[in-house]
């Protein structure tokens, strides 16, 4: 039973133009809820993150919102850069070291 | 960029042989984690340990044993590894649990079970 679901496998998108990228999740429990980049051969970097007190938080071109009554959560990008191209996953913690992730979106960036 | 190395990077082994991964970090972190990667799974958690010598299990622990016996270095066996063990591993290290507290990776090594 995925807790955590990316149900867009991929997307592209225009360099410049915003980038949306989604995530639900099923456990009302979850408190915490990160977001990941991974670029292929590498492992998976730490991008922004959201305690569920919030429901926005911005770094630079990154926002995450997040919807407890809906139980979702997105990535916002803008502009949207070539550099961005890469797999992001989303994660959710009840505030313990567990973390569920997602299965992925890959995003593309259109130069 | 958190101080972590895995190695190695890439292996390739056969079935019912013995296979251990070493997590190295600089960091001092007390929390040390090991992940799977699958396509259609994300990352799921093997085991993972709160300081030297004390590890527990993650939500796919079977077939795998870890130690730690500095705080440095976090080890993952596969006793006798199987080809449902094919996979990408990620090691994680954090500072604290819980406390929304990141998890940091280091950059995989990808297994082939033949």
């Known amino acids: 039973d995925q807790q955590v679901k990316q149900n867009s496998p991929s997307l592209s998108v225009q360099e410049g133009r915003i980038s949306i990228l989604n995530c639900d999740y099923t456990n009302s429990m979850f408190d915490y809820f990160l977001w990941y980049k991974k670029y292929p051969a590498e492992g998976p970097t730490f991008l922004i993150s959201?305690?569920?007190?919030?429901d926005k938080n911005e770094d630079g071109r990154f926002t995450v919102f997040l919807n407890k009554s809906a139980k979702h959560l997105s990535l916002h990008i803008v502009p949207s850069q070539p550099g961005d191209s890469a797999v992001y996953f989303c994660?959710?913690?009840?505030?313990?070291?567990?973390?569920?992730f997602g299965t992925g979106t890959r995003l593309k960036v259109l130069a | 960029d958190a101080g972590i190395t895995q190695s190695p990077r890439h292996k390739v082994t056969e079935t019912g042989t013995p296979v251990t991964l070493r997590c190295h970090q600089t960091?001092?972190?007390?929390?040390m984690y090991w992940y799977r990667q699958d396509p259609g799974h994300g990352l799921r958690l093997i085991h993972y340990s709160y300081g030297v010598k004390d590890t527990d299990k993650g939500e796919v622990s079977d077939g795998y044993s870890v130690s730690r016996s500095k705080t440095e270095d976090f080890l993952l066996t596969l006793e006798s590894a199987t080809s449902s063990q094919t996979s990408v591993y990620f090691c994680?290290?954090?500072?604290?649990?819980?406390?929304?507290?990141?998890?940091?990776f280091g950059d995989g090594t990808r297994l082939s079970i033949l």
């Open positions: 960091e001092n972190h007390r929390y």
């Open positions: 994680a290290i954090s500072e604290r649990q819980g406390d929304n507290q990141p998890q940091h």
């Open positions: 994660a959710a913690s009840e505030g313990t070291y567990k973390y569920i």
């Open positions: 959201i305690s569920s007190i919030k």
